[in-house]
């Protein structure tokens, strides 16, 4: 039963595995996007008036975005894009449609992270002669993403496990190598346990190492 | 007792008429003001008098509801340019009472963060300059620690030092010893009187009593949006013209400035 067991894990340990590396890459892709569109959508918020036009079709996709499900999103963006013409292939949607959903969360974590800021750092910025982006980049942004990274970590490891959602779009990342396995096999305890497992292991010591970043930068 | 330096004939600030409300509070009812080159003015006045707003409106950051802001040629209205804002905060400094330095940054960064990015001055000669700077106000030493790792009067000191850095005509100080430990009050004071011996034309806000008479030239005494007074210290302390000022100067010197009192006494009898 047990030597059954370990020749089973065997023989799933490359599909699992190359599920996992999809998984991985599909977080650590669509992060980094997200982190640009967040930035892009916070800006027109607290931004000069010249800017501020741009607040309003801003707002919006971002009131839209957390206003619906992610795994609707996924299923707009891969199977209803098409018929306006616009293709993704599967990795390619799951991508996109984390990175936004994701962006639209995270705009709101720089927002608030910037007003944080003192109004006098942009006074003192300004009696310098800077202008509002130089303030922003080189005075207010430095500041803001010292205050939000474990925020920012929380939101990677969400992302992690909300990647999960990508198999529905068929992305062939380790919650879908579990599924086709245990319907291959009819495993399903060892392989969905497998699979609990293994998310676990990579989001625990994330998590913990969050709130360790978090204690350091409270001091 | 300092020697007095000698202000010049240029006029460099022009206030005409100025007025600024916020909301429907009207905080400056019709300011006017000249300033010489290298002349040191103190404003005071009771909390509330409109003398840091006023201060504000000099390097445009805060705007104005009426009137004409004139600096070294470049007029500010209600509506200026950013062009025009730009030139006047190129050519005054301004040291805030809570120092305002960038905690993210090294004292040396402080200081050459804006050299280098606006003024395009390079790397080399930004540093070699804020050494300089850092030097005068006497805190080389700190150039590689942070904002935090300072006193409240060293940092005021490289706040000095970092608007030094964008060589400003003139200097803006809003109420800068308010915050400090009264220990730490006189090595800031220090610098700044340096600063105007050395033909800086200032404009304080200040409650510091001493200082105004011992370095500025003339004192201006603000009251509900208003100047009410002004002359020499020595002339407005000793002599008010208005009950208003010398209510106001009886609570401030009595208040925390005792000693000063004394000084001002010993002074008229001499």
Known sequence: MQNELIANLIDWAPKLSSGLWKTILLTLVSFPIALVIGLLLAMPRIGKRHIRILSIPAGIIVEVIRGTPLILQLFYIYFVLPYMGIRFDPFQAGILGLALNYGAYLSEVYRSGIEAIPRTQWEAAKALNMSWAKTMRLVILPQTLRVIMPSLGNYLVSLFKDSALASTISVTELMFAGRLLSSDTFQYITIYTAVFIIYFIISYPAMIGVRMLEKKLAR | ?270
């Open chain 2, 1 to 270: 007792m300092a020697t007095k330096h000698k202000p010049g004939k240029e006029t460099v600030i022009a206030l005409d008429n100025i007025h600024k409300s916020f909301g429907s509070v009207e905080v400056l009812r019709g300011v006017s003001l000249e300033v010489k080159a290298g002349e040191v003015v103190s404003i005071i006045g009771p909390s509330g008098s409109g003398k840091t707003t006023l201060l504000r409106t000099i390097n445009g950051i805060e705007t104005i509801n009426q009137g004409t802001i004139n600096v070294k040629g470049i007029t500010l209205t209600s509506d200026a340019s950013p062009q025009a804002l730009n030139e006047i905060h190129s050519k005054v400094g301004m040291v805030f009472q809570s120092y305002n330095l960038f905690p993210h940054l090294t004292i040396l960064r402080n200081i050459t963060l804006a050299p280098i990015h606006v003024n395009r001055v390079n790397k080399k000669d930004a540093e070699a300059e804020a050494l300089r700077l850092l030097e005068v106000v006497g805190l080389r030493e700190k150039a590689n620690n942070y904002p935090s790792q300072l006193s409240g009067g060293q940092q005021q000191r490289v706040a000095i030092a970092r608007a030094l850095a964008m060589h400003p005509d003139i200097m803006l100080f809003d109420e800068v010893t308010s915050a400090l430990d009264p220990e730490l009050v006189g090595e800031v004071l220090l610098v700044m009187r340096k600063l105007a011996e050395g033909g800086m034309t200032m404009i304080l806000v200040t409650h510091e009593m001493k200082f105004a008479e011992e370095v500025a030239d003339r004192v201006i005494v603000m009251d509900k949006g208003v100047i009410v007074e002004q002359g020499p210290a020595k002339e407005v302390f000793a002599h008010p013209k208005t009950e208003r000022t010398a209510k106001f100067l009886r609570r401030a010197l009595q208040q925390d400035w005792m000693e000063d009192v004394q000084d001002i006494q010993v002074a008229e009898r001499s």
